[in-house]
C-alpha cells in the first residue's frame, strides 16, 4: 500500500521535476532499467540501516558518500557502517579531496555494476553524494607545494591571520567558511592562487547529468523524529566511548562534525554541543535534499525492512524482487 500511494504521489510532481535518469541498461537492478540506487537523507533519517535492508533482498553492495566517514580513526563519532565501500579509507592528517573521492566512487560502482550487482550510494554530504553519481567538473588539486604554504601560514600565524587573508583575497568564501574551519580555509586559498573560488557566483546543483541510470531517493522524517533520534545518538555515543576515540585521534583530525566538542568539554556540556551542531547540519541537509531534481520522496518513519520495501517497489518490476543476499 505504502509504494503504491508513493507512486501515486510522485505522479503529481510538478512539471520538470521529472526522474533524474530513465535511460534502460541491460540487467541493471532486475531488469527495472536503473543501474544505481543512491540514498540520500539528514544524519539520524536511518540511511545506512536501509541500504543494509535493500542489500540483503537484492544482489547489492554499498557505497558510502560522506565526507567524514571517509576517515579512520573515529569510526564511533563518525557513526561508521563498516559495510560499506569507501568507509575509513584515509588517515586523519590526509587532506582528502572531493575530486580524490570521485574517482574512488566511480571505480567503486563500476566494479560493482561489472559483477551485476546494484551499487547502492549512500549519504548526506551534498557535493560528496552528487560527485559519486555524476561527472561534474570539480576543481583541480592544488600543487603540494601550494597546499604546504597555506597550511604553514594558517599553523604560524594562526587561524584569524589566515581568515583575514582569505577575507581580503575571497570575501564570499570567507562568509561561508569559519576561521577555524583549517582544512575549508586552506583550500579556499588555494583556490584564490589558482584563479577559482571556493563558492561559485551562480551556485547551482547537479549541474551534471549522472554517469549511469540512477533513482535517488531521499528519506523523509519529521523534525521532531529526527531530534529524538540525534539525542538518542549523542547520548549512545557517549556510552561507546567516544570521548577515548577522540583522545586516541591526537591534534590532528580533519574536520569532523562534535570533534571540538568531545575534545575540549565536559561530557555533559558535550552531548548538548554534539546535539546542536548535528540538529543544525540535519536542517541543512534537509533543504539540500529537496534541491535535487526528481528525487523520490519516501516515508523513513517505519521499520527500516519497510522503508526498503517501499524503495524496492521503485527499483524493480514485481518479478524480479527477490530475496537473495549479499
Not at 72 to 79: A, D, S, V, W
Request: glycine residues 8%.
Amino acid at each position: 500500500m505504502a509504494g503504491r500511494l508513493l507512486l501515486a504521489a510522485q505522479d503529481e510532481r510538478p512539471r520538470g521535476r521529472t526522474p533524474i535518469a530513465q535511460r534502460p541498461l541491460k540487467g541493471a537492478a532486475g531488469g527495472s532499467g536503473v543501474a544505481i540506487l543512491a540514498i540520500f537523507g539528514p544524519t539520524a533519517s536511518g540511511k545506512s540501516a536501509v541500504a543494509e535492508a535493500i542489500a540483503e533482498r537484492i544482489p547489492a553492495e554499498l557505497v558510502s558518500a560522506d565526507s567524514m566517514q571517509v576517515y579512520r580513526g573515529l569510526p564511533i563519532l563518525t557513526n561508521q557502517d563498516a559495510g560499506a565501500r569507501l568507509v575509513g579509507i584515509w588517515p586523519l592528517d590526509r587532506q582528502g579531496t572531493v575530486g580524490d573521492y570521485q574517482r574512488l566512487a566511480h571505480a567503486a560502482i563500476d566494479e560493482i555494476a561489472a559483477a551485476g550487482r546494484t551499487p547502492v550510494v549512500v549519504g548526506g554530504s551534498g557535493l560528496w553524494f552528487q560527485a559519486a553519481l555524476t561527472d561534474v567538473q570539480l576543481p583541480a588539486d592544488a600543487p603540494p607545494e601550494a597546499r604546504q604554504r597555506w597550511e604553514r601560514l594558517y599553523d604560524r600565524r594562526g587561524a584569524a591571520t589566515a581568515h583575514g587573508l582569505l577575507e581580503r583575497r575571497d570575501p564570499r568564501a570567507a562568509v561561508r567558511i569559519h576561521p577555524n574551519d583549517r582544512k575549508r580555509v586552506v583550500r579556499a586559498l588555494e583556490l584564490w592562487q589558482a584563479g577559482r573560488t571556493l563558492v561559485p557566483e551562480r551556485p547551482r546543483l547537479w549541474t551534471a547529468e549522472v554517469r549511469l541510470p540512477t533513482l535517488v531517493v531521499g528519506l523523509e522524517t519529521s523534525r521532531e523524529t529526527l531530534a529524538t533520534r540525534i539525542r538518542a545518538r549523542a547520548e549512545a555515543m557517549f556510552e561507546q566511548g567516544v570521548e577515548n576515540e577522540v583522545r586516541s585521534a591526537g591534534e590532528v583530525a580533519p574536520q569532523v562534525l562534535g570533534l571540538d566538542a568531545v575534545r575540549t568539554l565536559p561530557r555533559a556540556e558535550a552531548i548538548a554541543e554534539l546535539e546542536r551542531a548535528t540538529l543544525r547540519f540535519a536542517a541543512y541537509q534537509r533543504k539540500w535534499m529537496r534541491r535535487i531534481p526528481g528525487i523520490v520522496m519516501i516515508d523513513a518513519e517505519r521499520p527500516a525492512g519497510e522503508v526498503a520495501d517501499a524503495i524496492l517497489e521503485w527499483l524493480l518490476p514485481r518479478s524480479a524482487r527477490t530475496c537473495s543476499s549479499r
